[in-house]
């Protein structure tokens, strides 16, 4: 059991130094959806993503989008998620974590805001204190919006 705590505490500690924000890239398809990839994280224990997002508000809770095996990612060194159906004017809040072979899942990433495909200010990390909401499994999203 302890072993386990000092495995999760070591994730933990990775992913905070580790944390890379995200940011959006702009490219060329329909007004009502984006494109978010994301720098892989590069624990060996690594399982997948989860992507989660909501309008309003850049603060969690998050909703839940969906989840990303690397497994089942097209390229796991450049993973990528499309979002569709997002309705003009309204602003979209995203953030990224990664989950281990065991189960953990990291804290948030910072947040990214997009209106209207276009990149708006994430104004800081999702947690609000600060620092340390990163984690996000080392995920930087480059966000492809239009």
Same mark, same amino acid.
């Given at each position: 059991?302890?072993?386990?705590?000092?495995?999760?505490?070591?994730?933990?500690?990775?992913?905070?130094?580790?944390?890379?924000?995200?940011?959006?890239?702009?490219?060329?398809? $329909?007004?009502?959806?984006?494109?978010?990839?994301?720098?892989?994280? $590069?624990?060996? @224990?690594?399982?997948?993503?989860?992507?989660?997002?909501?309008?309003?508000?850049?603060?969690?809770?998050? @909703?839940?989008?969906?989840?990303?095996?690397?497994?089942?990612?097209?390229?796991?060194?450049?993973?990528?998620? #499309?979002?569709?159906?997002?309705?003009? @004017?309204?602003?979209? /809040?995203? $953030? #990224?974590?990664?989950?281990?072979?065991?189960? /953990?899942?990291?804290?948030?990433?910072?947040? #990214?805001?997009?209106?209207?495909?276009?990149?708006?200010?994430?104004?800081?990390?999702?947690?609000? @204190?600060?620092?340390?909401?990163?984690?996000?499994?080392?995920?930087?999203?480059?966000? $492809?919006?239009?």
């Amino acid at each position: 059991m302890q072993k386990k705590n000092l495995k999760y505490s070591l994730l933990l500690v990775f992913l905070m130094l580790t944390t890379l924000f995200i940011s959006f890239e702009i490219s060329s398809m $329909a007004a009502n959806q984006i494109i978010l990839s994301w720098d892989p994280n $590069a624990e060996p @224990d690594l399982e997948g993503y989860v992507l989660y997002g909501k309008q309003e508000s850049p603060d969690p809770p998050f @909703d839940y989008i969906d989840t990303y095996p690397e497994v089942d990612l097209a390229d796991p060194l450049n993973p990528r998620a #499309v979002i569709t159906d997002l309705e003009s @004017d309204v602003t979209y /809040y995203f $953030a #990224v974590t990664a989950y281990d072979t065991e189960g /953990y899942e990291s804290d948030y990433s910072n947040v #990214v805001s997009v209106l209207n495909g276009n990149m708006i200010d994430t104004g800081g990390n999702s947690d609000g @204190d600060g620092g340390g909401g990163g984690g996000g499994g080392g995920c930087f999203i480059n966000t $492809a919006a239009d």
